[in-house]
């Protein structure tokens, strides 16, 4: 079963899966980076351009998944280092550092709780994150074009690609499709026609919408209404 909350840390969430029937599996692209604890390791799950699947005996998660943009900075490794990867973290950090973390996961009555508090006390001493990928996203999320939201923000096509590169793993026009992906999902659960969600989300009419829903997620919409992810 999966149950998620918001995090302490400004923007993130909380999740955890306790273990079912089956372990497979099949975790949406969502422009997000996650740090995950199964079975006593910790793990980094980099940003994924299409779904991922996850297959093997049932097993407990918990992750912290941080907003677009603001995990490279926490984690010190551009963000498409990871894409589409999942890494042990002590890939990324020094070993020592991590035996002792995962130790101190390991060791606590609720590892989603002790987890976050690694997010946050590695936050506390990292600079926030840059305020213009905030805008960026904020943008996107609204369905605003890339070029006239580069415009707005005052950055050139190749310094915003870049910066996004680093950021989330991607270039803006991929992030921009991800995020639009999600809100047609977030409004098609909700009941609204296909049609009309496909008009309402920004997609040139009902099939666009299914062939873009499909290429990012391997499903058709209709199979994805009850996918979390």
Request: net charge positive; glycine share 10%.
């Amino acid at each position: 079963m999966y149950r998620e909350r918001a995090s302490r840390l400004t923007g993130a969430v909380v999740w955890t899966i306790t273990p079912s029937t089956s372990g497979e599996g099949r975790v949406l692209p969502d422009g997000c980076m996650d740090l995950l604890w199964n079975e006593g390791r910790l793990l980094v799950a980099g940003p994924d351009t299409h779904a991922h699947l996850t297959g093997g005996r049932p097993s407990a998660w918990a992750g912290v998944r941080f907003r677009p943009g603001t995990a490279p900075a926490l984690l010190g490794v551009p963000a498409h280092e990871l894409r589409d990867l999942r890494v042990a973290l002590s890939d990324l950090w020094p070993a020592a550092d991590v035996r002792r973390m995962t130790a101190r996961v390991n060791a606590a009555d609720d590892p989603a709780h002790a987890l976050e508090d690694l997010a946050l006390c590695r936050a506390a001493r990292t600079p926030p994150p840059d305020p213009l990928l905030g805008r960026l996203v904020t943008a996107l999320d609204a369905g605003r074009p890339v070029a006239t939201t580069a415009d707005e923000l005052g950055v050139g096509a190749r310094q915003l690609h870049r910066r996004s590169l680093a950021a989330f793993g991607y270039g803006p026009k991929t992030l921009a499709r991800i995020l639009r992906m999600r809100r047609a999902l977030a409004l098609a659960r909700t009941g609204v026609p296909f049609a009309e969600t496909a008009t309402r989300t920004g997609y040139a009419d009902q099939a666009h919408l299914s062939r873009e829903i499909r290429d990012l997620t391997g499903l058709p919409l209709g199979g994805l209404l009850t996918v979390h992810g």
